[in-house]
């Protein structure tokens, strides 16, 4: 009865060594999982403002070309478009720009305003250009095409 048979096992020193090194891995996991969720986040906020800035663009392409008289009003901050049958206000607050009841989602750092290829503070308006952000390419210009009523002066 003397005979011991040894069971095979790990020692603790390899034990310790396998925890040791998926703590590390696990680490490293979690990390490169932090860096891809802000990668995605940042990825989903340029769109996001990308397409706030293009349905901005198309709006105002849309009002511009549908309305035959546009005009600022600087003391009151609105752009008023209007026509025989309808007309729509669109009011500049703090950054904001605001069409009708909706509040437009992107930011509006710098507005100017033209009119027959001059700059113009207020009064009678033919094109609009607006900075949305910190980027060059965050700058777009909106016209209309003078029709012959707005060629000659009306």
Do not use: C, W
């Not at 020193?13 to 490169?32: D, H, P, Q, R």
């Not at 932090?34 to 392409?61: G, M």
């Amino acid at each position: 009865m003397g005979i011991k048979k040894k069971i095979e096992a790990f020692t603790l020193a390899e034990v310790l060594v396998v925890i040791v090194i998926s703590t590390i891995v696990v680490g490293l996991a979690l990390s490169v999982l932090n860096l891809v969720q802000q990668n995605f986040y940042s990825i989903s906020q340029n769109y996001r403002n990308t397409t706030e800035n293009q349905h901005l663009k198309q709006r105002l392409a849309i009002d511009f070309n549908r309305y035959h008289s546009i005009g600022f009003n600087k003391t009151t901050q609105e752009l008023i478009f209007k026509n025989p049958l309808d007309s729509v206000l669109y009011v500049v607050r703090d950054e904001i720009l605001i069409r009708h009841a909706d509040t437009i989602g992107s930011r509006i750092k710098e507005v100017a305003f033209y009119n027959k290829g001059s700059q113009v503070n207020e009064g009678k308006i033919d094109a609009i250009k607006l900075h949305t952000g910190n980027l060059e390419t965050a700058y777009f210009f909106v016209s209309k095409l003078n029709d012959a009523k707005n060629a000659f002066g009306e």
